[in-house]
């Protein structure tokens, strides 16, 4: 039977080996969160967006962060799709708010202010989109901006069933824990593993989103990434997450 490589699992997480159980659960969501590989899916978000603004026009990016992989990989994806894919659409702005609904609210309404010719937005997290669909609502351009999302909370399934939201890109939970425990097993079988494993995503709008694909992606935390994908990182001290 292999040999599990011999390595210190808190020296993996960053943390100490006396600190509390939250402090571990936020640690492996962090790390999870970091590794995971977006550009994929937001390629098909870039691509929805400008099937449906006629493939030209003014858009813009209300994103999470700039410095996490999860920001730069789902920004890049997108902005990158357009420049390769879809040259008459032109991307006027990008604006960071943290994944704070709030603030994210604020640039929006900054955004669609300062671009009247605006087409339309990809939020790139829960809380970017959640404040992209606020600014949206609340300047009155429900139906004349095309609002883009990631992830699958509650507000932005209410929002796409009513029309305000056109859809979004949800991530398979049930693919990430099949394939992170798949890859664990062949990584203690002593097997090679490749550096990115692909766990799936979804586009979901008005014509799927009773799917039960898209329902597990709304009902499952993304936790079973941490759950799955960060023990598959102590187990072989590589970052195949």
């Not at 691509?47 to 920001?71: C, F, N, P, W, Y």
């Not at 702005?93 to 640039?107: A, C, E, F, V």
């Amino acid at each position: 039977m292999p040999t599990v490589p011999s390595f210190d699992p808190y020296a993996v997480l960053q943390v100490v080996p006396t600190c509390e159980q939250e402090v571990v659960h936020a640690a492996f969501k962090a790390l999870a969160l970091k590794y995971h590989p977006d550009r994929d899916a937001t390629r098909r978000a870039a691509d929805k967006m400008a099937e449906m603004i006629g493939d030209s026009g003014e858009v813009a990016l209300v994103v999470h962060d700039q410095t996490s992989r999860t920001g730069i990989d789902r920004r890049d994806g997108f902005v990158n799709r357009m420049k390769e894919k879809h040259p008459n659409i032109n991307i006027v702005d990008i604006q960071y708010g943290g994944g704070d609904p709030l603030k994210s609210t604020d640039l929006t309404k900054a955004i669609i202010q300062g671009h009247p010719d605006l087409k339309g937005i990809f939020g790139a997290n829960e809380g970017s989109i959640i404040g992209v669909l606020n600014g949206v609502k609340e300047l009155g351009k429900e139906g004349k901006i095309v609002v883009i999302g990631y992830d699958s909370g509650q507000q932005q399934i209410d929002a796409i069933k009513s029309g305000v939201e056109a859809g979004a890109i949800t991530q398979d939970p049930i693919g990430i824990g099949y394939k992170c425990v798949e890859a664990a097993v062949k990584a203690l079988k002593g097997e090679s593993l490749p550096k990115t494993i692909d766990t799936g995503f979804h586009w979901y709008d008005k014509t799927n989103i009773n799917d039960a694909k898209i329902a597990a992606g709304a009902e499952l935390s993304f936790d079973i990434v941490a759950a799955y994908s960060v023990p598959l990182t102590i187990a072989t001290g590589e970052d195949y997450v």
